[in-house]
């Protein structure tokens, strides 16, 4: 399953990698200090030509339809310190 990854990231978002969502959560549990966050409200488009699409709106703001009104917000997770988090499931592997 890996390599079908790599191989849609290479041929469809041009990295030599992919990225590791299920895995990434389960370090963000072990080691928050890997990652940077920011609050945001989260939906989900559930038609439309969205559909499928995960939408981020800043809870700070106001926007001029009520789709954010009365939502949680939520830590979200904007970037990752990859090699320390490699380290890390070297290390946990190796044990």
């Known amino acids: 399953a890996t390599q079908y990854y ?10 030599d990698g992919c990225y590791v969502h299920d895995a990434s959560t389960v370090i963000y549990a072990i080691d928050p200090s890997l990652f940077t966050s920011e609050p945001g409200v989260i939906r989900v488009a559930t038609e439309g030509i969205a559909i499928g699409q995960t939408v981020v709106a800043d809870p700070s703001r106001t926007y001029a339809v009520d789709f954010w009104q009365g939502r949680p917000t939520t830590n979200i997770c904007m970037t990752v310190d990859s090699q320390r988090m490699l380290d ?8």
């Open 6 to 15: 790599f191989d849609f990231y290479r041929n469809n978002v041009g990295i």
């Open 88 to 95: 890390l499931i070297k290390g946990i592997f190796a044990k």
